[in-house]
């Protein structure tokens, strides 16, 4: 994605934008969607994140996946047909990997996609090509 907006800054700007609903839309939905951690969760401490949560487990972060919501992004944002192939298998594998690995539930891969391509599309009903 970096590389094709370096080509062509009108897709880094969409994707910003987008991203800025994105995240608003991810702030409102954990807010309004508390869910408990899946059973059999195995908490991670990230080394960065331990300077600004205090080596905190962060396990309410679920609603929706953050994850599979900027790689779907960058599949909505790419142009090239490889581009988008390889950015859509990579989303389907993340999916698939974190619902393995229960880091999240079904309904927060599976929103994540429909969320953020609506994100999208009003990213682009306000002018952002």
Not at 22 to 41: E, H, Y
């Amino acid at each position: 994605m970096v590389i094709r907006t370096l080509y062509k800054p009108d897709l880094g700007i969409t994707y910003l934008w987008t991203m800025i609903f994105v995240c608003i839309a991810r702030f409102i939905t954990l807010t309004l969607v508390n869910l408990d951690p899946p059973a059999g969760l195995i908490p991670l401490v990230d080394p960065l994140t331990g300077y600004f949560y205090g080596h905190a487990a962060i396990t309410k972060d679920l609603f929706f996946s953050g994850h599979t919501s900027t790689l779907f992004l960058i599949y909505l944002n790419l142009e090239r047909k490889s581009d988008k192939r390889v950015a859509i298998a990579a989303t389907i594998v993340l999916m698939f990997l974190l619902l393995v690995q229960h880091i999240h539930y079904t309904m927060d891969v599976l929103a994540a996609p429909v969320i953020v391509y609506c994100c999208y599309r009003f990213t682009k009903a306000l002018g952002f090509k």
